[in-house]
């Protein structure tokens, strides 16, 4: 049952695009939890680093987990931060390949490290200090963790895209995700 919360969400998230109502019927159903998870997605989302740099990271997280719901939704918000198509495309690539600013590369960088061993290298560090202010560096290291999270728990849940938002995130939203 949807209560107020719920309800008003699913009507503010569209904003012109698909609602996320998948993940939030799922996780409401911990309205304690869901709320408490609402506030650092939200604070992540409206967060000091850009848009572009944000949704870029996203959507390496979402690769790397193999979280097709992620994925989709999250072309959708790249493009209004944007991210061309060919961008997108390029983020499938090991390394992600592109023509991207020294900030994007190493917080790529950041995201692929943190993916495969859980920690950021030395030489990566420096250049992340180097590009980013410190809450900046706390936020995209908080970012990679709570989209892992959120994949994770989508997957697991079996927590299926929804076709309007798939139709959405278009070409670039159609490709199979590697097995994990």
């Known amino acids: 049952a949807w209560d107020d919360l719920l ?36 604070a992540l989302l409206a967060g000091r680093l850009p848009g572009r740099l944000r949704e870029l990271v996203v959507l390496r997280t979402a690769l790397h987990c193999a979280s097709a719901y992620e994925w989709c939704h999250h072309v959708i918000l790249a493009r209004r931060e944007g991210v061309g198509d060919h961008e997108i495309a390029a ?12 900030s994007e590369q190493v917080a790529l960088q950041v995201a692929d490290e943190l993916h495969r061993s859980g920690s950021v ?28 999270m959120v994949s994770f728990c989508l997957r697991a849940f079996g927590v ?21």
């Open 7 to 42: 309800r008003g969400l699913a009507q503010a998230a569209g904003d012109g695009a698909p609602a996320p109502t998948a993940v939030f019927a799922t996780l409401g159903r911990h309205p304690e939890l869901f709320r408490r998870w609402l506030g650092l997605g939200g």
């Open 121 to 148: 290298g030395d030489a990566t560090w420096g250049e992340l200090t180097a590009a980013f202010a410190e809450d900046e560096v706390i936020e995209l290291v908080m970012l990679v963790g709570f989209y892992h």
């Open 91 to 102: 983020l499938r690539r090991e390394p992600a390949a592109g023509s991207w600013a020294p």
């Open 160 to 180: 299926q895209v929804e076709p309007q938002a798939e139709e959405a995130a278009g070409p670039v939203g159609h490709w199979r995700l590697p097995a994990p």
